[in-house]
């Protein structure tokens, strides 16, 4: 829809024509307009509404009748009470947990309106929801949140807002915040007291900044009340809104009214036609810059930097995330420490989630101390001291990779660094030899992931596999995301707590491995059934365990490997092909690289990419095609093996080509390696 075809449907809407050029004069105040963010802006990105939330758990603890009539009645408060003391305390908390989590920002890049907000407002910002999506959406501009700040807490919000901060204010706490969430009646009343605080710095919010309401429901909510307040006794305030216009003409004219009685000017849109509100914001918006390949060797900006996101939500581990946490906190005297002290390793398996452990500490760390100094290197296909001071250089923006040009620049900013995949260059002796001077230096410590052990450089802090309620729990997070490309077919979703066979094939068969859940949960839209499923994994793995080699060192994961290239392989040979491709780019294949491999696809290079995105095999990050390492290396193993058979003329082998020998063009990679590795 084009720019006069949006303003055509909009302006003869209720006083649309006189509130956009208004809304518009505001924005380019100054101060601008101050977001304060609802649900409604979540929804299109797979969370439900807080009223849809209370519903389904309502059902399943026995009280929808009395909650619909609660909730009809626009009461929320008492909704939320009933259904929170007909649950239990544990079981509401955990659903709130996994259905406000991370899983749905997993995969692709976020846009609409939540991406388009960045755009709009450098400032503060207001919401009432749990999850994390403005953090993402933020983190992904660039831009992420100088502070993030609990309702609970919000008295420290006090001196941003009048600074104009960088800050998000989240009036009823966070998804990962258990103790200061606002949920049931009483809670709402104490926060909401007159004497609280935060009625105080919402009255002062409302006087001193004009706000456009987004997603929001705008109905009895206590925040709606203070806002009614506010505007009886100024009412020379303007706020703005996004707001659907009623159907009905009556209604119309009492939302209009009841709008107009709280100091805001509405810009309508058409019944039902939410998807609007993206477009309507983009009316306002500059242009956004051009992508850019994603930096993964850099300073964190904060706990919500966009490198610390776990891509599909995080469960368990809580003992290995506070192991890193006491290491991170620690008092020690760091310039005397010897660097066999200084260096911790979190240590495990290929995909048992050493990366997702530490990047929860860090983040947990970065939230606690916002102002800590701590960078980020990912050191896969490093290889020597070579590659990790090339790396080490991008991290501390050094122009040139000479290593006393690298250690002068960490000596000059020094801190905590991270080491993502250190592994890649634990077998050359000089970069073993380069780490032990770099933990010399004053005031620097090393936190790693790897799949070695560090002997004499560190001490190692290891990872097993998860447990197994964390392990049903993500493997139930994944299979119920729904791939809007893909609705049919997709079989019922799983329920915590429902069936021993979803037990027994996490625990016997996947063996608790976290990418196995995550690789194999994710081909629930393929199949009609868990059964169907676990029917397929378990003959790869018969078929696996009749080759001639390796059956005495199969794994979950390499089973489940070899399942997601047939599952890739029935949906596209170019989505194989791809995968091949995006194995060369250690970094992340740009935007720019795969328009230029991917040239043969024609039109369908767009579904082989969202193909690999919806199977996990691959996330977009800031337009770019990310592929995570035992991926990266299974692929390339393959394709070396059909490649290898070709050389040597040998018949190409089913059992061991796999679905590759179909699909993959091994032409493609030479090439490709030379050019664009």
Request: proline letters at 6%.
């Given at each position: ?538 003959n790869e793995a018969m078929r696996l365990a009749q080759l001639a080699r390796g059956r005495d060192k199969l794994s979950s994961l390499d089973i489940s ?117």
């Amino acid at each position: 829809m084009t720019r006069d075809d949006l303003l055509a449907l909009l302006e003869p809407l209720g006083e649309n024509k006189t509130n956009l050029p208004r809304l518009r004069a505001q924005m380019q105040t100054p101060l601008g307009v101050l977001p304060f963010v609802g649900a409604g802006l979540s929804v299109p990105l797979g969370y439900p509404g807080w009223g849809v939330f209370l519903l389904e758990q309502a059902r399943r603890a026995g009280v929808e009748a009395q909650t619909r009539a609660l909730l009809d009645a626009g009461d929320y408060e008492q909704a939320g009470e009933a259904v929170f003391d007909a649950s239990g305390h544990r079981a509401f908390l955990d659903a709130i947990e996994t259905t406000f989590g991370d899983a749905p920002l997993a995969s692709e890049r976020l846009d609409g309106a939540a991406a388009i907000l960045p755009r709009l407002a450098p400032g503060p910002v207001i919401t009432t929801n749990f999850d994390h999506v403005l953090e993402r959406a933020y983190a992904q501009a660039g831009a992420s949140f100088e502070r993030v700040v609990w309702g609970a807490k919000a008295s420290s919000a006090h001196a941003a807002l009048a600074q104009d901060k960088h800050f998000l204010l989240k009036l009823h706490g966070d998804v990962d915040e258990l103790d200061d969430r606002v949920l049931t009646r009483a809670e709402y009343a104490a926060y909401y007291a007159p004497d609280a605080r935060l009625p105080k710095i919402l009255r002062q919010l409302f006087i001193a900044r004009s706000v456009l309401f987004l997603g929001c429901s705008l109905a009895q909510d206590r925040w709606v009340q203070l806002l009614h307040e506010v505007a009886q006794a100024n009412p020379a305030l303007r706020h703005f809104a996004l707001v659907e216009r009623p159907a009905n003409d009556a209604e119309y004219f009492a939302r209009r009214h009841f709008l107009s009685e709280h100091g805001i000017s509405p810009i309508w849109f058409p019944p039902t036609r939410f998807d609007l509100i993206a477009a309507i914001l983009d009316l306002f918006a500059p242009p956004a810059p051009p992508p850019t390949l994603a930096r993964h060797n850099r300073q964190l900006t904060g706990g919500d930097d966009s490198l610390l996101a776990h891509a599909t939500g995080f469960f368990g581990r809580t003992h290995e995330v506070e192991s890193v946490l006491q290491f991170l906190n620690s008092a020690e005297a760091y310039a005397a420490v010897t660097p066999a002290r200084r260096i911790v390793s979190v240590w495990g398996a290929p995909g048992t989630g050493k990366s997702q452990v530490c990047k929860e500490a860090l983040r947990q760390f970065l939230r606690a101390q916002p102002d800590a100094r701590v960078y980020y290197v990912e050191l896969v296909d490093a290889r020597d001291a070579a590659g990790l001071f090339t790396r080490l250089a991008e991290a501390f923006d050094v122009p040139q990779a000479t290593p006393s040009q690298v250690f002068a620049a960490i000596a000059a900013q020094p801190g905590l660094i991270y080491l993502d995949n250190l592994e890649d260059i634990l077998r050359d002796d000089a970069a073993r030899d380069a780490l032990t001077q770099l933990v010399a230096l004053p005031r620097v410590r090393v936190l790693a992931s790897s799949r070695e052990h560090l002997e004499r450089l560190g001490r190692d802090l290891p990872i097993q596999e998860l447990d197994r309620e964390s392990a049903v729990t993500l493997f139930v997070s994944e299979w119920n995301k729904r791939a809007p490309d893909k609705p049919l077919p997709h079989p019922a979703p799983l329920l915590l707590g429902e069936g021993e066979e979803l037990r027994e094939f996490v625990d016997q068969e996947l063996d608790c491995h976290a990418l196995s859940i995550v690789l194999v949960a994710a081909q629930a839209f393929q199949v009609t059934s868990l059964s169907e499923l676990r029917a397929r994994w378990k003959n790869e793995a018969m078929r696996l365990a009749q080759l001639a080699r390796g059956r005495d060192k199969l794994s979950s994961l390499d089973i489940s490997l070899a399942r997601s290239l047939e599952a890739v392989a029935s949906e596209s040979p170019e989505a194989v092909t791809l995968w091949g491709l995006g194995a060369l780019f250690p970094d992340g294949m740009s935007l720019a690289a795969f328009d230029a491999v991917t040239q043969s696809f024609a039109d369908r290079k767009y579904d082989a990419r969202k193909t690999l995105v919806r199977l996990s095999v691959a996330r977009l990050e800031n337009e770019t095609l990310q592929i995570l390492a035992p991926l990266r290396q299974f692929i390339l193993a393959q394709a070396r093996v059909i490649a290898s058979r070709k050389a040597t003329k040998q018949s190409p082998n089913p059992e061991s080509a796999i679905a590759l020998s179909r699909s993959f063009d091994l032409a493609l990679l030479p090439a490709m390696t030379g050019e664009l590795n």
